[in-house]
């Protein structure tokens, strides 16, 4: 998809927009998971979360290739429209982005305080992403896909940054909501040459990327009603889903609660807000806790763009835990 210099030109852009985002040491991390943990935290870059780096390399492209271009549209569930919103912002583009209709409410104020034009369709993501297909179609837009390899090679510089500074993580933790998070960590660490295991992470309640990664082709389910939206995906894509077969280890599935104890042990134990896709590496790792005794495990907190409620019912909730599933 791209070779080391081309990663590394997506790195450039990226660095003229933002800074490299940390990648921290938590100690009560380390004690709770009984291993060596390191958290790259793209929860810290100017939109909460790392799709903006996709968004800035996508643009970058686009208007060296198409100046002329009218405007951009794609659909989300609300990182992907930041990412865009925020780029087209840096290169004077307009960008229409479509929502579901339920869709976060803080989210959606966020892509229209970054500029987006935001239309609500649908119930869920898949029928705001046809809508937005059709819309480009009659006003000459622009359509971005949620996975397209101009963001993967964007996203792929959170790896290369982590990579780069740990390089002997044994096991890497990515959430999986339309691949391109863990395509870019699984492409970033091949051009490397590391060894670190990719693991990939889904909710029990949209798992159509493990189901997918098992059955060796697509499958789509028929809701994604996960409580993380941003892996609240019913079609796999068939590219990323080539890549995270050849690349990943395994998928591991989470349900909603067990993403709700890594939300709250982030906010005890490093003081920082995740998302639920940004926690779901967290209970990811919290579930093979056995299998990761001793190792140096990498958790890739994707983003902290958590509705104010829905952070509030995640941290008062109980939550039921097996022995080796240690709650707050």
Same mark, same amino acid.
């Given at each position: 998809?791209?070779?080391?210099?081309?990663?590394?030109?997506?790195?450039?852009?990226?660095?003229?927009?933002?800074?490299?985002?940390?990648?921290?040491?938590?100690?009560?991390?380390?004690?709770?998971?009984?291993?060596?943990?390191?958290?790259?935290?793209?929860?810290?870059?100017?939109?909460?979360?790392?799709?903006?780096?996709?968004?800035?390399?996508?643009?970058?492209?686009?208007?060296?290739?198409?100046?002329?271009?009218?405007?951009?549209?794609?659909?989300?569930?609300?990182?992907?429209?930041?990412?865009?919103?925020?780029?087209?912002?840096?290169?004077?583009?307009?960008?229409?982005?479509?929502?579901?209709?339920?869709?976060?409410?803080?989210?959606?104020?966020?892509?229209?305080?970054?500029?987006?034009?935001?239309?609500?369709?649908?119930?869920?993501?898949?029928?705001?992403?046809?809508?937005?297909?059709?819309?480009?179609?009659?006003?000459?837009?622009?359509?971005?896909?949620s996975f397209h390899p101009d963001l993967v090679r964007g996203v792929a510089t959170y790896a290369l940054e982590l990579l780069r500074t740990a390089p002997d993580l044994d096991v890497l933790y990515v959430p999986i909501g339309q691949g391109s998070g863990i395509?870019?960590?699984?492409?970033?660490?091949?051009?490397?040459?590391?060894?670190?295991?990719?693991?990939?992470?889904?909710?029990?309640?949209?798992?159509?990327?493990?189901?997918?990664?098992?059955?060796?082709?697509?499958?789509?389910?028929?809701?994604?009603?996960?409580?993380?939206?941003?892996?609240?995906?019913?079609?796999?894509? #068939?590219? @990323?889903? *080539?890549?995270?077969? %050849?690349?990943?280890? !395994?998928?591991?599935? +989470?349900?909603?609660?067990?993403? $709700?104890?890594?939300?709250?042990?982030?906010?005890?134990?490093?003081?920082?807000?995740?998302?639920?896709?940004?926690?779901? #590496?967290? @209970?990811? *790792?919290?579930?093979? %806790?056995?299998?990761? !005794?001793?190792?140096? +495990?990498?958790?890739?907190?994707? $983003?902290?763009?958590?509705d104010f409620d829905l952070f509030q019912k995640w941290i008062a909730q109980e939550v039921v835990t097996t022995p080796d599933r240690m709650a707050v």
């Amino acid at each position: 998809m791209f070779d080391l210099s081309q990663l590394e030109h997506a790195q450039e852009v990226v660095a003229a927009a933002m800074p490299p985002t940390p990648a921290h040491a938590w100690p009560l991390l380390a004690q709770r998971l009984g291993a060596s943990v390191i958290v790259k935290h793209e929860n810290h870059t100017p939109i909460g979360a790392f799709k903006v780096r996709g968004g800035l390399v996508y643009v970058d492209r686009l208007k060296r290739e198409r100046p002329g271009i009218a405007g951009l549209t794609s659909a989300t569930r609300g990182n992907h429209g930041q990412s865009l919103a925020f780029a087209a912002g840096r290169y004077r583009l307009p960008v229409t982005i479509y929502v579901p209709r339920g869709n976060s409410v803080e989210k959606n104020r966020a892509m229209q305080a970054f500029g987006a034009e935001l239309i609500e369709h649908g119930e869920d993501f898949e029928a705001a992403r046809l809508e937005a297909i059709r819309q480009a179609e009659a006003r000459g837009l622009e359509i971005v896909p949620s996975f397209h390899p101009d963001l993967v090679r964007g996203v792929a510089t959170y790896a290369l940054e982590l990579l780069r500074t740990a390089p002997d993580l044994d096991v890497l933790y990515v959430p999986i909501g339309q691949g391109s998070g863990i395509c870019g960590c699984i492409l970033a660490r091949d051009l490397l040459g590391r060894k670190t295991e990719v693991v990939g992470v889904q909710s029990t309640e949209a798992p159509s990327y493990a189901l997918s990664f098992a059955a060796g082709k697509i499958v789509s389910t028929e809701t994604g009603n996960t409580r993380a939206d941003g892996m609240a995906t019913r079609v796999p894509d #068939p590219d @990323a889903l *080539a890549i995270i077969a %050849k690349g990943a280890s !395994r998928i591991v599935q +989470v349900t909603d609660d067990e993403i $709700g104890a890594a939300v709250r042990a982030y906010w005890t134990d490093t003081h920082n807000l995740a998302e639920g896709a940004g926690a779901a #590496p967290l @209970a990811a *790792a919290l579930q093979e %806790k056995t299998r990761n !005794r001793g190792k140096r +495990v990498g958790l890739i907190l994707s $983003g902290g763009n958590i509705d104010f409620d829905l952070f509030q019912k995640w941290i008062a909730q109980e939550v039921v835990t097996t022995p080796d599933r240690m709650a707050v």
